[in-house]
């Protein structure tokens, strides 16, 4: 009788029926649903999850870099500092403008914007102002002394504007010869210093290279250039290694002159666009 009964399409669905209610009860059933309070203490603990990793980013983000001493996303600090303004970098080359390959009667001399090491103010204006007066002078003086003193007055005025021209052509030249974007990498390093060691010298004492913050002005050069080319040459480990020694250096003589005097210390690291955070504790240098 019973195995009748199984047979029957009615007792099978109440069969199955009975089961399908009866798991909402079972002991393991209970565990898979989650309860309200269990909810938002999950959302929660996912709110402050999130939260946290945000703000660890954002300080990721603001901390300024070991090397450059400022935060990836904004150099503003470098660009406004003093060492930035003295650096003559290839960008600056070649946005200055380019001397024309001759000069007219009517135009006036003009000099290029950056000059070749070793030219200085005194030196430019020998050159280009009182060099070109005495030759103009000595060319009419050797052609008053070929055509004798006849001759000497009528013929000194007329060749008065040819004879400018022709030293003015000279000094174009000489400027275009002089122009510091003939120079190599070398040429540039070299007036590079020139322009820090002159800059972060006392006043009292030009030329001071031994001042701690001309040492550590040179340093920040050297690691800019350094970093620079690091950043698409991964694989150069002895540079990085250079690199490295260079950023722990400059460290320490930061170091010393805090430890000397704090206000030059401050000073210092603004003129250099430098965060106190990016100089002090240990320094991870990685490309």
Known sequence: MLQCQRQNPLYRALERLASVSSCKFHASASQSIESHRARIARIAKEKNQAGRQRRALEIQQNKPHNVLGHPLSDDSKWQNCDLAKVLITPEKLESAPLLSPDISPDEQLVLPRYQAFGIGEPEEKLLFERLPQVSVQNSLYQSVAQQGKAKSEK???????????????????????????????????????????????????????????????????????????????????????????????????????????????????????LEPEAVEGELNVTV
């Open 155 to 273: 013929y000194l005025e007329a060749d008065r504007p040819g004879v400018i021209f022709k030293e003015m052509h000279k000094a174009h030249m000489l400027a275009r010869l002089t122009d510091l974007r003939n120079t190599n990498a070398d040429g540039l390093a070299f007036e590079n210093r020139r322009r820090i060691i002159a800059v972060f010298s006392e006043p009292g004492q030009p030329n001071d290279s031994g001042r701690p913050e001309v040492q550590v002005a040179l340093f920040t050069m050297k690691i800019r250039n350094l970093w620079q080319h690091l950043s698409s040459a991964r694989k150069d480990k002895g540079n990085l290694r250079h690199l490295q020694r260079l950023v722990h250096r400059r460290a320490k003589m930061l170091k010393y002159l805090k430890r000397v005097d704090y206000e030059r210390w401050r000073t210092c690291l603004d003129r250099l666009g």
